[in-house]
């Protein structure tokens, strides 16, 4: 069985950005890229209903992570004093 592909989020944008300039033929710019047109239509779709927002990845949020960091450093720091 194959091992499933992941894709990084500046490689979805810049499909995206492909299809845009191609006058919407993703299915062309799909098989340039060597991905299922099917899959890029996904990514169309996310970039539009999400913009800047779009493909978050799989992982805690780095703002998200330092934030906790900071709340428990707040924490030990009034525990200490």
Known sequence: MEQ?????????????????QASGAMTQVA?????NAAMLGRWCRE?????????????????????RLKRELALVTREIF
């Open 31 to 35: 098989k340039d890229l060597g991905i």
């Open 47 to 67: 970039v539009g209903q999400r913009g800047r927002n779009a493909f978050p990845g799989t992982g805690i949020p780095h703002d998200q992570e330092r934030a």
């Open 4 to 20: 499933r592909r992941t894709y990084s989020q500046d490689f979805k944008q810049e499909a995206v950005q492909l299809t845009k």
